[in-house]
């Protein structure tokens, strides 16, 4: 089974911190996400990316950024955290088969005091 | 834009039918639909491409109507396993990025 591991499931930072979420996966696969969850508002789309060192914006990429140095890694970084980026984060991976789902890691949970 | 899902919440006895809709004013490509447990990650249940038949999972089914930018998620005979949030996500080219609804809540009961 592919497995989609991030780093964390647990996270609280500060206003202003500079925050990296990270992301691994372990079946070659190409393509990467990152995405949001909040009550009410589903899963939004923050950024992904298709190759390595490769990356495109999402519908809510403000106050994010990504590195993907790896093909098997995809970092999402918060580059000064506020209260508003209170999430869960949820990364994702996909193959190029057209018939494949994502595999979505088991998330995590970011609180920004 | 995010694809309209309803209905928002159901709930159901074991055995009785659900049907969730998901709809896009865009012009889709693909369909996928993932289940949520709490606590949990999303679970992929099964793709819908254009051009393709109804799939089926277990007591799970789903349509896709092309042209009315419609997809359906089936579910017969509930079982208690089958409570949680879905989530349809509509995609529109070859890019694999996935649009997801809010999401239905259902809840399945003894």
């Known amino acids: 089974d592919v497995k989609v591991t991030q780093s964390s499931r647990y996270l609280v930072k500060r206003t202003g911190e500079k925050v990296f979420l990270e992301c691994v996966q372990d079946m070659d696969h190409e393509n990467m996400f990152w995405y949001r969850q909040d009550p009410g508002l589903g899963l939004r789309l923050i950024y992904f990316s298709y190759d390595v060192k490769m990356k495109e914006k999402g519908d809510i990429p403000e106050g994010y950024s990504v590195s993907r140095e790896k093909k098997e890694r995809f970092s999402l970084i918060l580059e000064s955290a506020s209260t508003n980026q209170t999430s869960m984060y949820l990364c994702a991976s996909k193959g190029t088969a057209s018939h494949y789902g994502y595999t979505f890691g088991s998330g995590t949970r970011l609180t920004v005091v | 834009q995010q694809p309209v899902q309803s209905p928002q919440a159901v709930i159901l006895r074991e055995g009785e039918d659900a049907v969730i809709n998901c709809s896009s004013s865009?012009?889709?490509?693909?369909v996928h639909w993932y289940r949520q447990k709490h606590g949990e990650a999303p679970v992929f249940l099964m793709i819908?491409?254009?051009?393709?038949e109804q799939k089926g999972h277990e007591k799970i089914s789903a349509s896709f109507n092309e042209k009315k930018q419609q997809s359906s998620l089936y579910l017969t005979a509930s079982q208690l396993s089958y409570s949680g949030t879905y989530f349809c996500?509509?995609?529109?080219?070859?890019?694999?990025?996935?649009?997801f609804g809010k999401g239905t809540l259902l809840t399945v009961n003894p």
């Open positions: 996500g509509t995609g529109g080219g070859s890019n694999y990025k996935l649009t």
């Open positions: 865009k012009a889709l490509y693909s």
């Open positions: 819908l491409l254009k051009g393709g």
